[in-house]
Structure formats: C-alpha cells, structure tokens
C-alpha cells in the first residue's frame, strides 16, 4: 500500500480539462515540481489580511473574486507585505478561479517564490468541487493485487488465489460468454472516499492477458471494446482454493465471509478448484447470487427459515396429537 503526491506538474498533465477544469499557468514555472498531498483546498482570504499562519502546507490555496478584489483595494506595498507572508509557507499552488486577471504584484510574488500561479475560467463552487475529485483520484491510497478484475452484470469481482490455479482461464472463459476484463495478474485497487475501492490496470498491460499455453493474448482485439472496461468498483471477491479432501466446505452459503482491503470489508466466496468444476459458470453464479443478496434476496437464509418453521410447525402438531391422546385415555398411561 502506498500513500501517493503529486506534483503541480503532474496536476498539469493529467488533463483536468477533461472533467470541465481547465488550467493555464501564469507564474512561478519554477516551483512546478512542488507537491500537493492533501485533496482539500483551502481558500482563507484571511490569509491576506494577516493571519497567514492558519495556511495548511501541501494543500492548494484558492483565490476568488473576494481575494483578487481585496488585493486591488491595497496599496502595492501593501499587496507585496501580504502576499510575501502568504508565500513564505509551504503552499504547492495558488489557484485563481473564474478568469480572473490577478495584480501584477500578485504575479511577480509567484516568481519571486515559485510558488506556481494557475487561472480556470470555472466558477469557485464548482472549480473547487472539481480540483477537489481530480485529488482525490490522484491522491487515493494504493494497494497492487496479484489477481484478476471483472465487470460481471455491472458487479465488480475480484478473483484471486495462488498463482497457477485458473484466475486468468476462468477470466478468459467469462469473457466468453459476454463478461468485461478489467485487469488480468496485475489489479491496482485505490481507495477513493471512505468506503469505496476501484480497481483499474497498469498501462502496460491494460487489455492482454497471460494464459498458460497460449502466451499473452489482447483481449480487445480478439473480442472487441465490448469486452473490456477501464475500471471498476471492486464489489466481490472469489478466492479460488484447491480441493481439500480432509477439510469442511461451507454448503449452505449462510455464513458470510469477507476480503480486507484498506480496512474495509469486501464480501468474500472461497471457491474450491477441482476437476470437471466448471470455474466460470461458478463465479458467473456467484455474481448473480451478490446481486440478489444486495437487494435482500437470501436463499441459503430463506431455505434455513422455512425449514425452521417447518420443524415447529411439526413439533407443534405433534404436540397437539399427545395432548389429544391423554384426553382420550383419561390422562397420560
């Protein structure tokens, strides 16, 4: 697991414009190399005003019409003074919002410092929401799995186990009969808010897959963009197990397992391997049946209750039956 930076730089070229964030650089190229670590902007005006020292270091700092306005009201002096003390912390960037033209103070400070000085014609809400998700994606906590990641009916599953067990010719099965690949051998799983995983592949090795005797396939050019997918929440995990004759497999399914991953608890099927058990249209069945226990649909559960009430309505009917007999014979013999 790796907690991840990234550099102003690198902000730069992962194409914010994509999520409707454009970005243009005025000032400071020399502080591009600047990290940011945390996925909360700040936008303090009061920073300006002399309370400079509540500026958090390695977050981005937001100035808006409020702030761009209040530095236009002061007097070049006074605009050096506040801006140098603003600059004099750890700030990785100042983010202009709303096309704002900034004062020349302004850009002269972001040089002097290098502290990287950015404009977005996007609204401040909407700039900062925006920033805020592209962090948060860039900033989320990492974990590399050693399995294979499917988008199977819309469900995410993870299939891991040892290494030579089927993972990648179960995968490949299931993409025959209509699945999507996400990631074969190499899954990184990122955390992105509090309770949800996302699974994605390498960019080395998005779309091919390795099966013994085969070599590396590319599984988009044999069966087409239908069959593949870029990333997908991780929402199942199927551990393939060799056989073990000497151990008790679950065989009601009541008891439910779970896959730990940065804390959190991803439902969990181990699925023993052994000849002539068709792999795919287990873990194919597997899905169906998380999707049916999302919306509250149990089997095992609602077989183990009927069978309950079953018993006690017998137990009670036989119950019934004595007392009957007793009345009969005046009493009990």
Not at 26 to 39: F, H, K, V
Not at 119 to 148: F, N, S, Y
Not at 226 to 246: C, F, G, H, P, Y
Not at 309 to 324: F, G, S, W
């Amino acid at each position: 697991m790796t907690t991840r930076s990234v550099t102003v730089a690198g902000l730069l070229e992962s194409r914010p414009e994509a999520i409707g964030l454009p970005l243009e650089m005025l000032g400071g190229a020399g502080g591009l190399q600047r990290t940011i670590s945390s996925p909360h902007i700040q936008k303090t005006g009061l920073a300006l005003a002399g309370f400079d020292e509540y500026l958090q270091p390695a977050r981005i700092l937001v100035f808006g019409e409020s702030e761009v306005r209040y530095l236009e009201s002061l007097d070049p002096a006074s605009r050096i003074r506040v801006l140098a003390a603003a600059f004099s912390h750890d700030i990785p960037c100042v983010l202009i919002t709303g096309g704002w033209n900034p004062p020349a103070e302004l850009l002269t400070a972001s040089d002097r410092a290098n502290v990287p000085l950015l404009r977005t014609p996007v609204a401040t809400p909407a700039a900062i929401a925006k920033i805020a998700v592209l962090l948060d994606d860039e900033l989320a906590v990492r974990q590399v799995i050693h399995g294979v990641l499917m988008d199977m009916l819309g469900l995410g599953v993870l299939i891991v186990g040892e290494s030579g067990i089927g993972k990648s010719e179960c995968a490949l099965d299931l993409v025959v009969r209509g699945h999507r690949l996400v990631a074969d051998d190499t899954v990184d799983v990122r955390r992105r808010g509090e309770t949800t995983l996302i699974g994605t592949c390498p960019e080395l090795t998005r779309h091919h897959m390795e099966v013994r005797g085969l070599g590396v396939i590319n599984i988009r050019d044999l069966f087409g963009v239908a069959s593949i997918r870029m990333s997908k929440r991780v929402e199942l995990v199927v551990q393939l197990e060799r056989w073990d004759t000497e151990r008790e497999y679950d065989r009601l399914g009541i008891d439910e397992g779970h896959y730990e991953i940065f804390g959190l608890k991803v439902p969990l099927i181990r699925m023993p391997v052994a000849p002539g058990r068709s792999l795919a249209v287990l873990v194919e069945v597997a899905a169906r049946n998380q999707l049916l226990r999302a919306r509250g649909l149990n089997a095992a559960r609602d077989l183990a209750g009927r069978l309950d009430r079953t018993l006690r309505d017998d137990k009670d009917i036989h119950a019934d039956v004595d007392a009957e007999d007793d009345v009969e014979h005046g009493g009990q013999v």
